[in-house]
């Protein structure tokens, strides 16, 4: 075998390996956030994600509950199960603790918000390869567009603070906004740091098996989207996605362009009703997360229950310290967008 055989034989398994461990990442997410009416397939046949499992457990208590029949003589309880009222008393306790606790037993899915922004220059791939190596799950980024077309990932809606440049993002060139270096790189030894392309995070991701977060920042118009989702298919990451906005209306469109992409619904509302009615507006679309601001969501903890029971996931931003993961465990949030390398795993 030739030395360029030998390399493509290499390669060709490198590629093979890091199919593999994308298939395997995808799965394992889906078993842990995947909806209450989910299964994952696997080579032993289909198995149920672990909400539901928490949905099938708790039917089974309620189903028992029926079974529980009203006074039949005096002063006197009928039962069906065959255990008795006490037996019943303590089985339904029994599974009750049980459906919590698959609820609660679900790990923590550590999210780098733009790259752990406080650790390194945040959305650039120097932050997304270093977010991996600090314990990363997954990686949420913001998605700028150029005046001609290019994207990039960047947060703000001018370039002046975070770069030496000037300007607003969408009104600026690629060859412009290529040219800049990014501030927070400066001085270090890994200056300059460049602004870097929407292409280059999908690929870090895509090699590393990883759940990306894209929010669809800024943009000169909605057809923007349509070439967003184009290049995360083209990258075979769309079901390894939720597509992030504050916009319903994106979500939306997202939708209608692929059907596999979770959609991540940002907001900070405090208004138990208005949460509701989000989540009444989007449930059919399917797939739906609400990223919700962390003390808001403590502050309407219903709103939490009451997406969980419509088979929506909810997860929180931002968790920079250790102290705040006790109250979201106790909702049995599991999705945690922080900026910096917390230790989520109990």
């Not at 029994?94 to 790990?107: A, C, E, F, I, W």
């Not at 997954?138 to 703000?156: I, N, P, Q, R, T």
């Not at 929506?312 to 599991?334: E, F, N």
Request: proline share 3%; aromatic share 6%.
């Amino acid at each position: 075998m030739t030395d360029v055989s030998a390399l493509e034989a290499y390669a060709g398994q490198m590629a093979e390996a890091a199919s593999r461990s994308r298939a395997a990442s995808l799965k394992q997410h889906t078993y842990v956030h995947g909806n209450d009416q989910t299964d994952v397939a696997t080579e032993s046949g289909p198995v149920p994600s672990l909400a539901k499992q928490a949905r099938l457990s708790a039917e089974g208590t309620a189903a028992l509950r029926g079974d529980l029949k009203a006074p039949t003589g005096a002063g006197e309880v009928g039962s069906e199960s065959g255990l008795g009222v006490q037996g019943d008393i303590k089985l339904l306790q029994t599974l009750n603790m049980h459906s919590m606790q698959q609820k609660n037993s679900r790990p923590m899915e550590l999210v780098a918000h733009r790259g752990f922004m406080t650790q390194a220059p945040q959305n650039t791939a120097l932050a997304f390869s270093s977010a991996l190596s600090s314990g990363a799950d997954a990686l949420e980024c913001d998605v700028a567009v150029s005046a001609d077309g290019e994207y990039y990932l960047f947060h703000d809606t001018t370039v002046d603070n975070l770069t030496t440049g000037t300007g607003t993002f969408t009104t600026l060139t690629s060859a412009y906004l290529d040219s800049l270096e990014m501030k927070d790189g400066q001085g270090t030894r890994f200056a300059p740091v460049r602004l870097s392309r929407f292409s280059e995070y999908l690929e870090i991701a895509r090699t590393a098996g990883t759940f990306i977060y894209p929010e669809f920042k800024r943009y000169r118009n909605t057809a923007d989207l349509v070439g967003m989702v184009a290049m995360i298919v083209a990258a075979q990451m769309d079901s390894a996605c939720c597509m992030s906005s504050f916009n319903m209306n994106i979500l939306r469109q997202t939708r209608a362009l692929n059907p596999n992409m979770e959609l991540g619904l940002l907001g900070v509302s405090t208004n138990v009703d208005e949460v509701k009615g989000y989540i009444d507006q989007m449930v059919d679309l399917g797939k739906l997360v609400l990223i919700w601001d962390y003390d808001a969501t403590l502050a309407i903890p219903e709103a939490v229950a009451y997406a969980f029971s419509k088979g929506v996931d909810w997860g929180v931003y931002t968790v920079d310290r250790q102290s705040q993961l006790p109250a979201i465990r106790k909702l049995g949030i599991r999705r945690i967008i922080s900026n910096v390398s917390l230790k989520v795993r109990q």
